[in-house]
């Protein structure tokens, strides 16, 4: 089967960085993808990652190590509206669905 | 570019009545899904399409139905809804890779 295991809750300070890991065993592996979604709204992509590394947008980087079937979302200078739900998913394959994680709630505190 | 859209927004059925869902997107995305989220739950797989006339069953297909006739729609369908089936449905699109777009979701409650 496939798994991906991400914490259920994270709490942060606001103004820090804080790190949400994902782990993955998966039949197979084209990249590691995150989304973001605030209570009432609807899941919004934020990072895609194929390569090993880290992918810097803005505020928000994500880094994947594939040997150790491994990534995460660092979110840096936390703002409040960044509390949110985070989900990892992974690209098995062009014509199989993601395979989303649980995903981590965030909770951003002054 | 609309991305994706969904139609309603809300809807609220008798129990045993039907409905459906439509979802377009604009971005000649090949892959669609329609998934079903719970409170305080993640994202469940109920259909999807690799492509125009083609469809797939999801983690939870039963009592729903889907057509794909046309590429950049994608169409959800409840023959006799069920109070189970209360629930936020998103449609989503993609590309090869794993950028995923979501739409904006349909709040579903049966009574």
């Known amino acids: 089967g496939q798994s991906l295991e991400q914490p259920s809750e994270v709490t942060a300070v606001e103004g820090a960085i804080v790190q949400i890991n994902c782990t993955y065993q998966?039949?197979?592996?084209?990249?590691l993808s995150w989304y973001q979604q605030h209570d009432g709204g609807a899941p919004t992509f934020l990072s895609y990652?194929?390569?090993?590394g880290l992918e810097e947008t803005g505020r928000f980087s994500s880094f994947l190590s594939r040997s150790d079937s491994y990534g995460y979302l660092l979110l840096q200078e936390l703002q409040m509206k960044d509390s949110a739900s985070y989900f990892c998913?992974?690209?098995?394959?062009?014509?199989?669905?993601?395979?989303f994680g649980k995903g981590t709630r965030l909770s951003v505190i002054a | 570019n609309a991305g994706v859209t969904q139609t309603p927004k809300f809807r609220v059925l008798k129990t045993g009545q039907s409905m459906t869902l439509l979802c377009a997107q604009d971005?000649?995305?090949?892959?669609m899904y329609w998934y079903r989220q719970d409170p305080g739950m993640g994202l469940r797989l109920i259909h999807y399409?690799?492509?125009?006339?083609?469809?797939a069953k999801g983690e939870v297909p039963d009592g729903y139905n889907v057509s794909r006739l046309k590429k950049q729609n994608f169409l959800l369908g409840l023959e006799s809804a069920a109070p189970s089936q209360t629930s936020v449905y998103f449609c989503?699109?993609?590309?090869?890779?794993?950028?995923?777009?979501f739409g904006p979701g349909t709040r579903l409650t049966v009574t």
């Open positions: 399409s690799v492509g125009e006339g083609t469809t």
């Open positions: 989503a699109s993609r590309l090869l890779t794993g950028e995923q777009y």
């Open positions: 998966t039949s197979g592996f084209y990249g």
């Open positions: 990652n194929a390569l090993d």
């Open positions: 998913a992974v690209t098995i394959s062009g014509n199989t669905p993601l395979v």
């Open positions: 971005m000649n995305h090949e892959y």
